[in-house]
């Protein structure tokens, strides 16, 4: 009996254990349901999305059409069938109270850039005469060319044949951000640099300079190169700030992406909303645009791990990447973990900079 009331003892023990961890499970479950709902609601409560959040430009480049697509040129006409989408779609629909002067889509405002000579949302070439190489230049995300045209300038007047690349969902609108994926931007990368070795011809140097996600769109290229991918040699990168890894919490994007789906959440759709004045570069984020760089960032990091330590690795192009110690979003670490360690001897070079630590500024 003594043995009998213990295993009815042990027996109750465990049901109440049980019936305690399942409530805690419904508790924690229930907690999650409301943190989610609250989340959700408080991002819904943010501003109504305007037309340039919206908008549909269905002309934009997408690797699936690639073929096509053969040389700079067939680019530039589609860019201008989508900048003619643009001005349909969006700056022919701002309401009254849009038209103000600190809105990049009012057309009278002094931030529209359509109305300068040149808009440098817009894909552009520097041309020399007699080249003593080429450069493809890649802006970053929710850049446009404009922030490449600088640098550009630079190397046209060293001697140097540039094309400044307006990447897919870039230079119109924010909403352009929504559907685009990093094998749009990669295929874009690629028509470029067949154009430019064709114009220059086989025995000039080919470079690529990208600051940001151009720069990760730099080191998939040389690293398809290297892979066997039939495409133009790159002599040299040029990385300025390299978005070579993100933070792992990028990966929950995805899942913020597929509730805006459901009817009546489509703010979920963005991370941020907000004025659009800048005329060269989208105030607005979406949540896909986080995603892209997490996917892009993860294939270049699987693929430099693969490469490592082998022949082939010795067979990537000459690097030099200029990286802020301070920078917020990607720190030098990473940089140097993910790329440099792995690259070993030949003669690449990463330049660390930081601010004035001696300098103390009074008003």
Known sequence: MKNYAIVCEVSRIRRVIRHLLTAIGYGLLGSAVVLVGGYVWLLEQRPDLKPWHEADLDAEYRAADAAGYQTLDDY???EERLFTQ???QVYARIDAADQTPYNRYAADSLLNPQRYPVNWNRSFTLDVEDPVGGVLMLHGLSDSPYSMRA??????????????????????????LLGFAWQDHAAAVRLAMRDLRRRLGPQRPLYIAGYSNGAALAVEYALSVIEGEELPHVDGLVLL???????PVAALAIWQARLSS??????LAWNDLALEIDPYKYNSFTVNAGDQIYQLTGNIASRLRELAGTDAISRFPRTIAFQSVVDATIPPATLIDLLFARLGAGGHE???FDVNRHCLLYT
């Open 151 to 176: 640098l550009a300038e630079d190397f046209s007047q060293h001697g140097l044949q540039v094309t400044g690349l307006r990447l897919p969902g870039h230079g119109t609108v924010p909403s352009g």
């Open 241 to 247: 700030s390299p978005a070579i890894g993100v933070s």
């Open 76 to 78: 530039l006409r589609m």
């Open 262 to 267: 459901l009817a009546g959440l489509r703010k």
């Open 86 to 88: 643009l001005q349909r």
């Open 350 to 352: 990463l330049v660390l």
